[in-house]
């Protein structure tokens, strides 16, 4: 019996050696993947957001002002050039877009603004809405320079959310655009989810535990919502994808169906060493304990996604 024991001992400590190993390996082959292995990114010859362009939000659902003041302050805080917002900013962030714009064939400029919002608190189209109610609802914003923002509220279920994204954006036919030449008959629009009540694991992480992978404690959220902040790493993500690929036909990795985008090509890196699971070394807030890498207007703390640097074919994060 008591060798059985011993056996059974040497057992588990093999298996928990090997584990540890396979870990380790994979941390190794993860850091390497982001370091040494370039990505294939490609224009394809498509026209790029530029003038100055409005982010109109839409609100869809329930959220109390202040969540909307979380959302209202990062879109400010993109284009934000105030000395006293402190460094790394959201700003800083954004400005690695600028690079494609500069690889481009006509090299041009985007400047966004924050736009109109739009209150749409009695669920106008029900709580559970297919894409083309989407877009029905980013219609209802500004169709000529500008981005529509769809946000929709925790207790909203939409066609995919959950199972398959987080968010989307895309193209709609519209009124004339003239900031892009043969592109007049389409304006470019975002929807992101609120996923605190229905898949934070997926959508909020690092703010929640993942669905999948290793179990490590999640980072206290910098605005004090996991859902909303959140949701600006999606936004933020999104955002991107959308001024450097606004029509399909702009910066992308793979298949045009699933492209891999500015920030998509860069999951789960917001800071340096990250690998699966592990987003990487950030700061911390000294008061909240919050994990963030960028500021922003108002004393705002964010936790941005890495942007793909198309220079340095290799994933930028700020912190």
């Known amino acids: 019996m008591a060798s059985f024991a011993t056996y059974n001992v040497v057992l588990v400590l093999v298996f928990l ?5 396979f870990n380790a390996e994979a941390r190794r082959l993860a850091e390497s993947d982001q370091t040494e292995q370039p990505l294939l990114f490609q224009y394809h010859n498509g ?3 530029t003038g100055k362009i409005s982010v109109d939000l ?3 659902g329930k959220f109390m002002p202040s969540q909307r003041a979380i959302v209202s302050d990062f879109i400010t805080s993109v284009t934000s050039s105030k000395p006293t917002v402190a460094q790394p900013s959201v700003a800083t962030w954004w400005k690695a877009t600028e690079k494609y714009y500069q690889l481009s064939k006509k090299p041009s400029s985007l400047v966004l603004s924050l736009g109109t919002q739009i209150l749409d608190e009695n669920y106008s189209l029900g709580k559970s809405l297919t894409d083309q109610q989407i877009v029905q609802l980013a219609s209802t914003g500004s169709q000529k320079n500008a981005i529509n923002v769809v946000l929709t509220s925790a207790d909203v279920a939409v066609e995919g959310f ?3 994204r987080c968010g989307t954006h895309g193209s709609a036919s519209g009124s004339s655009n003239g900031h892009l ?7 470019a629009y975002i929807w992101v989810g609120n996923s605190e009540t229905q898949c934070p694991g997926q959508c909020a992480w690092p703010f929640h535990q993942p669905i999948y992978g290793p179990q490590n404690p999640p980072l206290v959220a910098p605005n004090n919502d996991v859902g909303l902040d959140g949701m600006v790493i999606n936004l933020g993500s999104l955002l991107a994808g959308t001024v450097t690929n606004p029509f399909g036909n702009g910066y992308y990795q793979g298949p045009k169906e699933a492209p891999l985008e500015a920030a998509s090509a860069c999951p789960g890196i917001y800071g340096k060493g990250a690998y699966p699971g592990y987003a990487g070394d950030l700061p911390l807030d000294a008061t909240t304990g919050a994990s963030y890498n960028a500021h922003g207007v108002n004393g705002r703390k964010f936790l941005l996604p890495a ?3 198309p220079a340095t074919s290799t994933c930028s994060a700020l912190a």
């Not at 050696?17 to 190993?21: A, F, H, K, W």
């Not at 030449?181 to 304006?187: D, L, R, V």
Request: charged share 15%.
């Open 58 to 60: 839409i609100w869809y």
């Open 162 to 164: 959950c199972s398959s």
């Open 181 to 187: 030449k043969g592109k007049n008959s389409k304006f």
């Open 307 to 309: 942007l793909f640097d």
């Open 17 to 21: 050696l090997s584990l540890l190993q």
């Open 47 to 49: 026209p790029l957001l």
